[in-house]
C-alpha cells in the first residue's frame, strides 16, 4: 500500500494494509495520530462464511460499522442485526458484540473506533501472536492475550440471557 497523500485526501491505494486477525483484509486508512487520537478509520473486507471475533466489547471505544458492499451480521446484546449494504451498525462503548459474514458474498465496511486507540490494537493483532477466534488452550497463550486485549480496553464476553 502506499502512503498517504495528504494532509485532506485519502487515496484508494492509501493506507497500512493488514492481515485481518479474524479473516479477510483490512487496511488501515486513517490512524487516530493523524485525528489528534480522536477517531480512527479501518477499511475491512470479511470472506463469506466468516465468523468473525468471539463476542466482546471495548471498555473505552464507541464502534461504527458502515456496510459498503454485501451485508454483515452483528450480534448486538440479544439482537442480531443483518446489515445490508448502506446500513450503519453503531455499538455504544461496554456492549457485548460480534460482526460476522456468514452469508455467501464477500462482505465490505469501513469500521471507525472512536476516540482513537484502537489501529494499534490491529496493528499488534495484524502480527499474528493473539488469537481472536478461538479461546486458546494453553495457559501462558491465555495469559498473553489476556494482557494484549486489555491494554486496549477490548474485553471478550458472553452475551446477557435472553429475558
Known sequence: MGTDSGEFFIAPQDGTALINPIGGQMVLKLGDARTARAYSVHDNRLPPGSPGPRPHLHRSHEEVF?????????????????????SFVVIPRGTVHQPSNPGPH?????LLFSPGGMDDFFLEA?????????????????????AFTARYGYEFAEFPAEP
Not at 458492499?69 to 448502506?86: F, K, M, N, S
Not at 464477500?106 to 469501513?110: G, K
Open 66 to 86: 458502515y456496510v459498503l458492499e454485501g451485508e454483515l451480521t452483528v450480534r448486538v446484546g440479544p439482537q442480531t442485526i443483518r446489515a445490508p449494504a448502506g
Open 106 to 110: 464477500p462482505a465490505h465496511v469501513l
Open 126 to 146: 495484524a502480527r499474528g501472536r493473539h488469537p481472536l477466534q478461538a479461546l486458546p488452550q494453553d495457559p501462558a497463550v491465555q495469559a498473553d492475550l489476556q
